[in-house]
């Protein structure tokens, strides 16, 4: 991930709140693991616009840009909340 996307995820974050949710046990596609982040991101009320940004920054590299991204943006659930 590049430092100005990397800038930017930030700024969305510092606007939004990241959303909860983790991968683990999400198929490990990146269509699949996309398709989570922005449901848990519609679930956490992001702007649609916001949303799309991450999505485009998520595809702008390899898979491992993807991984990145999205754990950027997530904070895995508290284990209390079970």
């Given at each position: 991930m590049t430092a100005k996307n990397y800038a930017i995820l930030e700024d969305l974050i510092q606007e939004n709140g990241k959303a909860n949710g983790n991968l683990?046990?999400?198929d490990g596609n990146a269509?699949?693991?996309m398709g989570?982040?922005?449901g848990r991101?519609?679930?956490a009320d992001?702007?649609?616009e916001d949303i799309t940004k991450v999505?485009?920054?998520a595809?702008?590299?390899g898979y491992d840009?993807?991984?990145a991204t999205c754990l950027t943006v997530l904070e895995e659930d508290d284990p209390d909340d079970y």
């Open positions: 683990l046990g999400v269509f699949g693991i989570y982040t922005a991101l519609r679930m992001w702007p649609k999505m485009e920054i595809q702008s590299g840009n993807v991984i």
